[in-house]
């Protein structure tokens, strides 16, 4: 294989890595059509290049026999690689805003950015028709196409909910100094989406990826507590014998 062949693998890895880590080697092996060996090997040259290293999980599940699978995610250094755009301007523009104008004209500036994303994101998570579940996987997708790197996973069987995943921020440098831009995008995906989602985590609050709770099962649950509700309100309540 060529140096050239080389570089373009080990980018693919790399992408992948922000996209969907923390992910193992074996994972990307299986997407990449590779060998587990030859992924380590770009997994060996991006850690020495500092551009991912190995996720420690909060957990502390049981392990089974054997070394335990390692799984990596992107480092901060490799994030800053993809475009950001204009981050260090458009932070000292908020900041400027924030001081003319106060912390509500930031607000404003946010909330704008969520509208803004809702009539773009619209139509596509439209077609995807009224389940929330196809509706966060149409706007992962939706936001991948704009740089974010998105993906959705099922939490449990992925019955009750799903996470909606985004491997890049084109704002998390701005985000981390102006909170009210991801709490802007957070209410434009509840609309969105048509469900009360949570924002469990942020790559501008120093996460590896943002991440945010999806419930899928609350329309079911609305219309089976609605049912229960009119069936209740319905039934009269019957006399004990022997009373008028």
Same mark, same amino acid.
């Given at each position: 294989m060529s140096q050239s062949d080389d570089d373009s693998t080990r980018s693919r890895v790399? =992408?992948?890595?922000? /996209?969907?880590?923390?992910?193992s080697a074996a994972q !990307?092996?299986? *997407?990449? #059509?590779l060998t587990p060996a030859a992924v380590r090997r770009h997994l060996t040259?991006?850690?020495?290049?500092?551009?991912?290293?190995?996720?420690?999980?909060?957990?502390?599940g049981?392990?089974?026999?054997?070394?335990?699978?390692?799984?990596?995610?992107?480092?901060?250094?490799?994030?800053?690689?993809?475009? =950001?755009?204009?981050? /260090?301007?458009?932070?000292r523009a908020l900041a400027y !805003?924030?001081? *003319?104008? #106060?912390e509500r004209a930031v607000?404003?500036?946010?909330?704008?950015?969520?509208r803004d994303l809702e009539r773009r994101y619209m139509p596509v998570v439209e077609a995807a028709?009224?389940?929330?579940?196809?509706?966060?996987?149409?706007?992962?997708?939706?936001l991948t196409m704009d740089g974010y790197a998105a993906t959705v996973r099922d939490v449990g069987d992925g019955t009750y909910a799903v996470q909606l995943c985004q491997g890049h921020c084109p704002v998390r440098d701005v985000a981390g100094q102006f909170t009210e831009l991801c709490d802007a995008e957070t209410q434009a995906f509840s609309r969105l989406l048509g469900v009360p989602v949570q924002r469990l985590a942020t790559l501008a609050g120093g996460e590896h990826v943002c991440t945010t709770h999806v419930p899928i099962a609350m329309p079911a649950l609305r219309k089976r507590a609605a049912r229960a509700a009119a069936h209740t309100r319905g039934r009269?309540?019957?006399r004990p014998e022997g009373t008028r």
């Amino acid at each position: 294989m060529s140096q050239s062949d080389d570089d373009s693998t080990r980018s693919r890895v790399l =992408d992948l890595i922000v /996209e969907k880590g923390p992910v193992s080697a074996a994972q !990307l092996a299986k *997407v990449l #059509g590779l060998t587990p060996a030859a992924v380590r090997r770009h997994l060996t040259v991006l850690e020495e290049r500092d551009e991912i290293q190995v996720h420690s999980p909060s957990g502390t599940g049981k392990r089974g026999r054997g070394r335990p699978a390692r799984y990596y995610v992107a480092t901060a250094a490799a994030r800053s690689t993809y475009a =950001d755009g204009y981050a /260090e301007l458009a932070g000292r523009a908020l900041a400027y !805003l924030s001081q *003319v104008a #106060g912390e509500r004209a930031v607000d404003s500036f946010a909330a704008s950015r969520g509208r803004d994303l809702e009539r773009r994101y619209m139509p596509v998570v439209e077609a995807a028709g009224k389940d929330p579940s196809d509706r966060a996987r149409a706007l992962a997708d939706a936001l991948t196409m704009d740089g974010y790197a998105a993906t959705v996973r099922d939490v449990g069987d992925g019955t009750y909910a799903v996470q909606l995943c985004q491997g890049h921020c084109p704002v998390r440098d701005v985000a981390g100094q102006f909170t009210e831009l991801c709490d802007a995008e957070t209410q434009a995906f509840s609309r969105l989406l048509g469900v009360p989602v949570q924002r469990l985590a942020t790559l501008a609050g120093g996460e590896h990826v943002c991440t945010t709770h999806v419930p899928i099962a609350m329309p079911a649950l609305r219309k089976r507590a609605a049912r229960a509700a009119a069936h209740t309100r319905g039934r009269t309540p019957q006399r004990p014998e022997g009373t008028r």
